[in-house]
């Protein structure tokens, strides 16, 4: 473990972490591999689990100090959200995802929700510790249009919000959506201008869980990240009050300020994965045997420990230079987030390829935990954006008169 660089907050919090990651999440997961498994959702993770990260101000970061949340230094807070998210993900991916979301949008909440609304939701945050924030940007039409986004009227939003009385009538669809089957919160994404393009015509909303018309249509069951509760849901005729619009028409282009440092903590965590990944095949090569010899005296094993380390460091090492880009602002920020993103998700599937392959069957087995870290790094690979698409954004970013200009319609 690195220490240089880090500031006294940072190196305090990745301690915190790493105990609770130690001595309460990976023994739950190593005794208890199998309710992964339940198809009740309630039944997976313990509520006890994240009742310890919200004592130790996990769930509520990003949640201003003055409403009670555990508030990061601003110079370095995307930063320090990397390495949390990175120690948290070494214990489990899905506990991460789900308090990962509460940050994320909560430095939305910060940015765009009314006074009072901030209030009334940030208090609420704090004071009850199983409350959980989701983002919903993604239909069952896909979401590859709205990353990139292709800003046509025929790639808008298929979830409509139309003007009335006091406040706009939501009529659509959300899937896919991290902590979407538990949250207490959404931000919801709708068109609101049909005949333009949809960084001109899509709005945000803030929708609580009890609002008429809001219904939970399913709790999707995945192939990782299996502890958070992804979900999809449905709006029908849901009337929601003028106060709880976020952004009007610029949704997109403002969720910059959610998405960039959500590119960061997503890395964040896959490198988590990774590290746990390594942590346990340089334990078990360094006392399996086989030909009279434990592995790693076997040179070809060995050789893979040294691949695995050297993809964690070059990881890392453009982790931290992203992280900063955004902690700073800078103008090469957007493009590094996303490098940062993708790199991390292929690196890392080679990683944990590594691990599965040197504890030979054992690899295989779901009781000795290390499959579960190829299903957790291989989700990387689709969330917030896929590979291809992550490839694009950033050509994008480098060559925005030419690269990946959009060939109208068929
Ligand atoms: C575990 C998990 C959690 C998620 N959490 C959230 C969440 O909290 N909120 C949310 O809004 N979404 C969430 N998502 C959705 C996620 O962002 C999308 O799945 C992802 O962006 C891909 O979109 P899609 O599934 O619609 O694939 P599609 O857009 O249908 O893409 C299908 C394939 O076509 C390719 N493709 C599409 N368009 C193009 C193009 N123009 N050029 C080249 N190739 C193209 C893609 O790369 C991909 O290979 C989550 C997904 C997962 C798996």
């Known amino acids: 473990m690195y220490d240089r660089g880090l500031s006294e907050e940072q190196r305090m919090m990745r301690q915190s972490c790493r105990d609770f990651v130690d001595n309460v999440v990976l023994p739950f997961i190593k005794a208890n591999w199998q309710r992964e498994w339940s198809m009740v959702p309630e039944d997976r ?69 009314p006074r009072h609304l901030q209030e009334k939701w940030f208090k609420r945050l704090v004071d009850e510790p199983s409350l959980l924030l989701a983002h919903c940007l993604t239909e069952p039409r896909g979401a590859s249009d709205r990353w990139l986004p292709y800003n046509v009227p025929e790639a808008a939003m298929q979830t409509k919000a139309i003007k009335t009385n006091g406040g706009w009538v939501v009529n659509g669809r959300k899937q896919f959506i991290s902590n979407g089957y538990d949250a207490g919160l959404y931000v919801v994404y709708a068109n609101t201008n049909p005949k333009v393009g949809m960084l001109q015509g899509t709005s945000s909303f803030l929708v609580p869980r009890d609002t008429k018309g809001f219904a939970i249509a399913r709790c999707n069951e995945t192939l990782g990240c299996r502890y958070m509760n992804n979900g999809e849901m449905v709006f029908e005729d849901m009337f929601v009050p003028d106060d709880h619009l976020l952004v009007e028409n610029d949704a997109l282009g403002s969720a910059g300020i959610y998405f960039r440092p959500g590119k960061i903590i997503q890395a964040a965590k896959n490198l988590g994965v990774g590290v746990r990944a390594f942590e346990a095949t340089a334990d078990y090569v360094q006392n399996y045997v086989q030909g009279g010899r434990i592995l790693i005296k076997h040179q070809a094993v060995a050789l893979r420990l040294a691949d695995m380390a050297t993809r964690i460091e070059a990881v890392r090492a453009l982790l931290g230079r992203a992280a900063q880009a955004v902690d700073d602002k800078t103008p090469e920020a957007e493009t590094l987030c996303n490098m940062a993103k993708l790199f991390a998700s292929e690196e890392i599937m080679k990683v944990v390829q590594h691990a599965v392959e040197l504890h030979g069957g054992n690899g295989i087995m779901l009781d000795f935990g290390i499959e579960k870290l190829l299903r957790d790094a291989v989700i990387f690979l689709h969330m917030d954006a896929t590979v291809d698409i992550s490839k694009m954004k950033i050509v994008k970013t480098m060559f925005p008169q030419t690269a990946g200009k959009y060939a109208g319609v068929e």
């Not at 990003?62 to 949340?69: C, F, L, M, S």
């Not at 990397?82 to 949008?105: F, P």
């Open 45 to 113: 993770l313990p509520p006890v689990i994240l009742l310890e990260a919200d004592k130790l101000g996990l769930r509520t970061l990003g949640v201003p100090e003055e409403y009670g949340g555990t508030e990061l230094d601003k110079a370095t807070e995307v930063a320090t959200f990397a390495i949390i998210a990175e120690e948290i993900a070494r214990g489990d991916s899905g506990l991460a995802d789900k308090l990962v979301q509460n940050w994320k949008v909560s430095v939305l909440l910060r940015q765009f929700a």
